[in-house]
Each structure stands twice: as structure tokens, then as C-alpha cells.
T-cell receptor, first 112, second 113 residues
Framework: GNSVTQMEGPVTLSEEAFLTINCTYT??????LFWYVQYPGEGLQLLLK?????DKGSNKGFEATYRKETTSFHLEKGSVQVSDSAVYFC???????????FGSGTQLTVLP | NAGVTQTPKFRVLKTGQSMTLLCAQD?????MYWYRQDPGMGLRLIHY???????AKGEVPDGYNVSRLKKQNFLLGLESAAPSQTSVYFC????????????FGDGTRLSIL
């Protein structure tokens, strides 16, 4: 079946540091890939997505590239802010109903 | 702009009690989903619906039932609550475009004593 493996957290960084959160996947067919973010006490919000190989998704300074050869979709940001502190989930869609399969989530804390 | 609304936000139940969680969306979306979120496990799909009057099982359906009598509502029922169902429950909806993202509610925190 499909699965998503994420870098285990928690991750703690200083403000303006470089961020990488690793994500690899196993899937049949050609899944679309997503990063969702969850702020404390809230639901998940879509951060970015990529729908085919070599696509780059980007939003709010975050980027991730769909790498089919390495089955990866790593999240990066050049300079994190305190407001980026949240839990980040990598996910893929599959099936006729486009169900999401999630990774376990990575807690990011950014210190001033 | 409400989006996806879940009620209630918090609930404490005793083992064996029943309850229904309500999800309502105002975006005219065809697809709706129920997930549970447990520490260290991400979100897991319980049930989903591809349209009014349809439901299907997800990854962890045991102990839950769902109904989609109206397009905008998706109900999740626990017939006889068990402590293993203590979790945070999220509802989501999406439109019919192939790569439309799912939109999530703020969750229901459910504790079973």
C-alpha cells in the first residue's frame, strides 16, 4: 500500500536558520504530493503541493520538489521565523476518491 | 467564510456511551472525509464519502459509522465508545477537480473515560 515517511522531530531552530524536513514516499501509480501545516489548536492548512515529477511547489518561502527517482518531497525554507513554529505533515493522494495518506508529522519550534 | 465547521469542539464520554460528531461544509464540495489524529501517527482515514448518499471505509473504520444524507453534512457516529477511540477527529472536504486540496475543520477533541 501507500506510505509516507517523515523525518522525526521535534526540530528546534533559531530564527533565520535554514530548514529541511525530509519526506519520502511509497506509492503505486502517480500520486500528487502535499505539505500541510498545523498550528496549535487548529486544523490542517495546505502549505504547498506538486502534482507530477520535477514539479516544485512553493508558498510563504517554503519549497518542495517532487523527485520521482528518489521518491522524495523534502520541505525547505531558507530563513525560518518564530511564526513558522507548527507541525508539518507530508502527504500523498491516491485512489479514485483522492484519499490522503499522511506522514507522522514533524514538530518545528523556532526560537527568537 | 465558514469553510468546514465541526461540532462539538470538545467532548468527554464514558465507555459504552454513544455520540455523533457533525461536519458541515459550505463550499458545495462533493468529497468529504473523517480522520483521526493520534500522537506520532499522523492522520488516519476513518471513512469517506464521494457524494450525497454514499459512504466508504477508510483505513481504520472499526467502531465508527457515518452518514451523508445531505451534501453539506457528514456525520461520524460512535455507537459504543471505547477508550481506544480517544483522539482528535478532523473532517475535511474537497471539490471534484483531480488535484483539488482537502480543506480541514478545526477538529473535535474526544476523550473516552
Amino acid at each position: 500500500g501507500n506510505s509516507v515517511t517523515q523525518m522525526e522531530g521535534p526540530v528546534t531552530l533559531s530564527e533565520e536558520a535554514f530548514l529541511t524536513i525530509n519526506c519520502t514516499y511509497t506509492a503505486t501509480g502517480y500520486p500528487s504530493l502535499f505539505w500541510y501545516v498545523q498550528y496549535p489548536g487548529e486544523g490542517l492548512q495546505l502549505l504547498l503541493k506538486a502534482t507530477k515529477a520535477d514539479d516544485k511547489g512553493s508558498n510563504k518561502g517554503f519549497e518542495a520538489t517532487y523527485r520521482k527517482e528518489t521518491t522524495s518531497f523534502h520541505l525547505e525554507k531558507g530563513s525560518v521565523q518564530v511564526s513558522d513554529s507548527a507541525v508539518y505533515f507530508c502527504a500523498l493522494t491516491s485512489g479514485s476518491a483522492r484519499q490522503l495518506t499522511f506522514g507522522s508529522g514533524t514538530q518545528l519550534t523556532v526560537l527568537p | 467564510n465558514a469553510g468546514v465547521t465541526q461540532t462539538p469542539k470538545f467532548r468527554v464520554l464514558k465507555t459504552g456511551q454513544s455520540m455523533t460528531l457533525l461536519c458541515a461544509q459550505d463550499m458545495n464540495h462533493e468529497y468529504m472525509y473523517w480522520y483521526r489524529q493520534d500522537p506520532g501517527m499522523g492522520l488516519r482515514l476513518i471513512h469517506y464519502s464521494v457524494g450525497e448518499g454514499t459512504t466508504a471505509k477508510g483505513e481504520v473504520p472499526d467502531g465508527y459509522n457515518v452518514s451523508r444524507l445531505k451534501k453539506q453534512n457528514f456525520l461520524l457516529g460512535l455507537e459504543s465508545a471505547a477508550p481506544s477511540q480517544t483522539s482528535v477527529y478532523f473532517c475535511a472536504s474537497r471539490g471534484t477537480g483531480y488535484d483539488q486540496p482537502q480543506h480541514f475543520g478545526d477538529g473535535t477533541r474526544l476523550s473516552i473515560l
